[in-house]
Nanobody
């Protein structure tokens, strides 16, 4: 069992930046590919970004490429999502998740552990 806890959400103006963090409870954190997802009201949960266990490979949704950066620090059992040039359409609850897949995968059903989410609000 891996417990994940997100932090760093909040209110930001369009064009601003936020950095989300996700702390994991287990030292085996480094064996998981980690992802970020988001869910806006009335919409399905969607993939945002993922990073391989070593941090060497990443993947992004087209909607965030060039604006968001995912990274991880296995010494701190933490994964980050740096979000720049935020847009109103980025507003959502952001979740981090862990998968045992060694590949960068985008399907939410492939992630086995989830955090509770952190709200990101972008004002226009």
């Amino acid at each position: 069992q891996v417990q994940l806890e997100e932090s760093g959400g909040g209110l930001v103006q369009a064009g601003g930046s936020l950095r989300l963090s996700c702390a994991a409870s287990r030292r085996t954190f480094s064996s998981y590919t980690m992802g970020w997802f988001r869910q806006a009201p009335g919409k399905e949960r969607e993939f945002v970004a993922a990073v391989s266990w070593s941090g060497g490979r990443t993947g992004y949704a087209d909607s965030v490429k060039g604006r968001f950066t995912i990274s991880r620090d296995n010494t701190k059992n933490t994964v980050y999502l740096q979000m720049n040039s935020l847009k109103p359409e980025d507003m959502a609850v952001y979740y981090c998740a862990a998968t045992t897949s060694r590949n960068i995968v985008v399907g939410a059903h492939l992630y086995v552990y989830w955090g509770q989410g952190t709200q990101v609000t972008v004002s226009s």
